[in-house]
């Protein structure tokens, strides 16, 4: 993708963020940015970067280490997709946040290697809001429980929670799920679990950010929007 289109979508996507903080009384820097570039080849991502956007979220391990050996010290590393376990040696040390942790031994795997290298990790929970049928993610209702276990596991810290709302036409449609993801992080803050202060909300893509960020999203997560498909 060529600078100058990536360069006027990043503005538009900033001021999309900033209208909707406005319009739910939130601060815009409140709100990170992350640039997904699972469909961006490595100019693109070096463009990203290059434009100011630092956080960069990558879905598959294995694609993304070449990007990460070019790019990885230009920015911080965010995990987003679905993480297994074999691949965890590939993740670690290299990216800041795995937003995808979505089952006790994947927890456990990460915090043995995290062990071995010293790491503290940093995961969101993956919590599937709406139930569907095809996606990852705890339910609402083992969230405490997964929480609370996860706290047990020295080398993890819980960074907060992270959903992918259902894709519909019309984002309003989701409201709800962003809404009862951020009451969970609020009844989650509540258990005042070891290493799980200052819980984020990861949530919003590029079809329904705006809704997402006026439900309290901390971190939202943007390919299409920002770098379109296949760039
Ligand atoms: C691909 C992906 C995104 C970005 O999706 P867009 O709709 O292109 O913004 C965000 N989060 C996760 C987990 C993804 O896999």
Redesign the pocket.
């Given at each position: 993708m060529d600078k100058t289109t990536l360069a006027h979508n990043i503005e538009r996507v900033k001021e999309t963020i900033a209208t909707a903080c406005h319009k739910s009384g939130r601060r815009p820097g409140d709100v990170q940015l992350?640039a997904?570039t699972?469909?961006a080849s490595e100019e693109t991502t070096r463009a990203v970067l290059d434009l100011g956007l630092e956080h960069i979220?990558e879905?598959r391990a294995q694609e993304a280490v070449p990007k990460y050996e070019a790019l990885g010290e230009r920015g911080t590393w965010h995990f987003?997709?679905h993480l297994q376990r074999n691949k965890v040696k590939y993740v670690l040390g290299r990216f800041t946040y795995i937003?995808?942790l979505d089952r006790y031994s994947l927890a456990k795997e990460i915090n043995k290697r995290a062990e071995r290298e010293d790491l503290e990790v940093n995961c969101f929970i993956q919590v599937n809001v709406a139930g569907e049928a095809r996606k990852f993610g705890l339910a609402p209702s083992e969230v405490m429980e997964f929480a609370k276990e996860v706290a047990e596991l020295p080398y993890v810290r819980i960074a907060g929670l992270?959903t992918?709302a259902p894709l519909v036409e019309d984002a309003e449609e989701v409201r709800p799920v962003f809404r009862e993801l951020r009451s969970l992080r609020d009844r989650l803050s509540e258990l005042e679990l070891p290493r799980a202060d200052k819980l984020e909300l990861s949530m919003g893509?590029?079809?329904d950010?705006e809704v997402a960020v006026e439900e309290g999203a901390t971190m939202v997560?943007?390919?299409?929007?920002?770098v379109g498909?296949n760039t």
């Open positions: 992350i997904v699972k469909y979220g879905s987003i997709g937003h995808s992270m992918m893509m590029s079809n950010y997560r943007l390919g299409s929007a920002l498909r």
